[in-house]
């Protein structure tokens, strides 16, 4: 399997502009999550989905920070506008209730920085 | 007081040692406990799964829960070079189906 997939990997842009990262979910999971990780927070759940559905939102620090799924293999994290303090580490995870357990698998992130 | 709290390390040992990782936490619907892995620029690994308090082994790593205290651990034994990365503890509980993540402890083993 290619395990969870996002992009950009990297992305710089300048304050005030609109930043958009995506995501493709391992093929057959049904619940799919955005984490955030900085240094002083660690990593702090943003928002996850349940069969495409938002679940919990309440993690999404403000009105500029926006997700969608319009589909069982696609997500995006939109930030509007974007602000220095938004740089971070942003992973896309994604996981199963078909099997036992509870695995969380992560992708690679995405390296956000705004200047 | 925070839902978890993980040593922050950073922590160094000699290549051989036994490390010992810690969390505790406050939040009594926390039933999964998890340890993972992180590489330097890589995304969390699942490393040790468990749901009952006691201890489970897997080759060099021990996890151990104790929900009376509300405590976990985990444990490296003959440490490598290899095991240089950030331990994150991880908690889930019943009802809400996203984990909880303990700050890491960043841990560098000594050649």
């Known amino acids: 399997d290619a395990g969870v997939i996002q992009s950009p990997r990297h992305e710089v842009t300048e304050m005030g502009q609109e930043v958009t990262l995506r995501c493709k979910p391992i093929?057959?999971?049904?619940?799919l999550f955005w984490y955030r990780q900085t240094m002083m927070r660690g990593l702090e759940l943003l928002i996850y989905?349940?069969?495409?559905?938002?679940?919990?939102d309440s993690g999404m620090p403000e009105d500029r920070f926006s997700a969608k799924m319009p589909n069982a293999s696609f997500s995006t994290l939109k930030i509007q506008p974007s602000e220095p303090r938004d740089s971070a580490v942003y992973f896309c995870?994604?996981?199963?209730?078909?099997?036992?357990?509870?695995?969380?698998?992560f992708g690679e992130g995405s390296w956000l920085t705004v200047v | 007081q925070k839902e978890v709290e993980q040593d922050p390390g950073p922590l160094s040992v000699p290549e051989g040692a036994i490390v010992s990782l810690n969390c505790t936490y406050s939040?009594?619907?926390?039933?999964?406990f998890m340890w993972y892995r992180q590489y330097s620029r890589k995304g969390p690994e699942l490393l040790m799964y468990?749901?009952?308090?006691g201890n489970k082994e897997d080759g060099r790593f021990t996890a151990q829960v104790d929900k009376s205290s509300k405590y976990i651990s985990l444990f490296i034994r003959d440490s490598q070079p290899s095991d240089s990365a950030t331990y994150l503890c991880?908690?889930?509980?019943?009802?809400?189906?996203?984990?909880?993540f303990g700050s890491g402890t960043r841990l560098q083993v000594q050649p």
């Open positions: 995870a994604s996981r199963t209730t078909e099997t036992s357990g509870n695995t969380i698998y």
């Open positions: 093929s057959g999971h049904d619940y």
């Open positions: 989905f349940n069969n495409n559905v938002p679940i919990d």
């Open positions: 939040n009594s619907a926390f039933q999964y």
């Open positions: 468990t749901y009952s308090s």
């Open positions: 991880a908690f889930m509980d019943t009802g809400r189906r996203a984990l909880t």
